[in-house]
């Protein structure tokens, strides 16, 4: 310690004495050795768009600075030189004024790094959103966790904290009640694609039109945003109470919870460009030209068409279970695989990959896969080269390859390596 403050010391004494004590010859140097720096600076940057014969001069420029900081004694001759390279610069680097040299710096700026931005999604690491909760629980797309009784979680809870509670899982609180009293009247399938079903002990109509209407005692109650891409099976539990219609008190709860925007990933691009996918692996493609689309079982779920029978070019994320030349087929909830040249079928297993045994494991929300589909009725499924067969770990609620078929080699994007928003228990490396 006692070192450490000789050291302080010194180097406060060996300021003083440069700074303050040594005179002007010192200080006009430090101003020199700036000058020269600046206009270094400015050659590294403008140097091709200026003129050759400016360029040269501004080098000469340079070369007298050095020799002056140096060499030169005389007080004077060290003072024109500093005036002569302020005019120099000034003339050599003309702007409009201030503002208009920073804002061109700044946007320089935002095009490169825009570019190195652009260059790292296309050719190495793609962020990507999982909009549903097909691949639940290994991950979370977009869903509903309700609050139930008079207990507030936020009460109290000023802006700031629900700002953070967004920021660090993700959660956008919701606490909807009634204007007026009335009944809640739950609403049949319309022709703009809204739905009625029971969510807790109330009636709401989910729709893709990024608002929930709740007609009560006559005046529709608009929520904006919620649930707009994964309603159906988000509200699955909630749909307990037969009664068309419940009668409602002005005050009362119509939703209250908190809207969770979904787990974020990264996918790794450039890995399957020099090796095959793996069974097992979470990877993510697009469905352009996928169109066998079960359009009488699930027109509800998001992608399908009723015109076209087609995905129409989405971007899905699902577990890859079949690999080219696999005949596949589900015996009690597990899926049986025969390998290209193999005779017998064999169940998967965490020698396949460590997921699956989680998976099949029937705990904490996995349910093994169920024989939808193709696998319907003891259903096969053969595998022909270059196609994938893709499954959501959520079995019940995924519209995958049981449904609208295989994934073609040129469709697969990458490989899902990390979550990296919200900071929930999932955040890390996925399995």
Excluded at 161 to 168: D, E, F, P
Excluded at 208 to 224: A, L, M, S, T, W
């Amino acid at each position: 310690m006692g070192i450490l403050a000789y050291l302080l010391v010194a180097w406060g004494l060996w300021w003083l004495i440069i700074n303050k004590l040594a005179g002007k010859r010192i200080m006009y140097k430090k101003q020199l050795k700036l000058a020269r720096k600046q206009i270094k600076e400015k050659i590294r940057w403008n140097e091709d768009i200026l003129p050759a014969e400016k360029v040269t001069a501004l080098h000469e420029l340079c070369s007298e600075l050095e020799r002056c900081i140096k060499e030169e004694k005389d007080i004077d001759v060290l003072k024109k030189m500093l005036t002569r390279s302020q005019k120099s610069y000034e003339t050599y680097f003309k702007e409009e004024n201030i503002v208009a040299a920073n804002v061109r710096d700044f946007l320089e700026l935002i095009f490169v790094v825009g570019g190195v931005v652009m260059g790292i999604r296309a050719m190495l690491v793609q962020p990507f959103k999982i909009p549903t909760s097909s691949m639940s629980p290994t991950f979370k797309g977009i869903h509903f966790i309700p609050e139930y009784g008079e207990t507030d979680s936020f009460e109290g809870h000023g802006f700031i904290k629900r700002r953070l509670s967004w920021m660090t899982y993700g959660l956008n609180y919701i606490n909807e009640t009634a204007k007026v009293d009335g009944p809640a009247v739950t609403v049949s399938l319309r022709e703009d694609g809204t739905r009625g079903y029971d969510v807790k002990e109330y009636n709401l109509l989910m729709g893709f039109d990024q608002r929930v209407e709740v007609p009560i005692g006559g005046e529709n109650h608009k929520i904006k945003n919620i649930l707009r891409t994964n309603y159906v099976q988000a509200l699955e539990v909630y749909h307990k109470k037969d009664a068309l219609e419940v009668n409602l008190k002005q005050g009362d709860h119509i939703l209250k919870g908190n809207i969770s925007d979904g787990d974020h990933v990264f996918v790794d691009r450039i890995s399957y460009g020099f090796s095959d996918p793996k069974r097992g692996d979470v990877f993510v493609f697009i469905t352009k030209g996928i169109t066998k689309c079960d359009m009488q079982n699930y027109s509800h779920l998001r992608g399908c068409s009723d015109e076209r029978s087609s995905l129409r070019g989405f971007h899905y994320i699902k577990r890859l279970v079949g690999m080219p030349g696999d005949t596949l087929k589900i015996v009690e909830n597990h899926l049986m695989v025969k390998e290209k040249g193999e005779s017998t079928f064999r169940k998967l297993t965490k020698d396949d990959h460590p997921a699956f045994e989680k998976i099949y494991s029937m705990k904490n929300g996995y349910t093994g896969h169920s024989a939808e589909g193709v696998f319907a009725n003891g259903g096969e499924f053969k595998l022909e080269d270059d196609e994938y067969f893709a499954m959501g770990d959520n079995t019940d609620n995924s519209s995958d390859s049981r449904i609208w078929g295989v994934v073609p080699r040129e469709n697969i994007i990458g490989r899902a390596i990390f979550i990296w928003w919200p900071f929930s228990n999932r955040w890390g490396r996925p399995e």
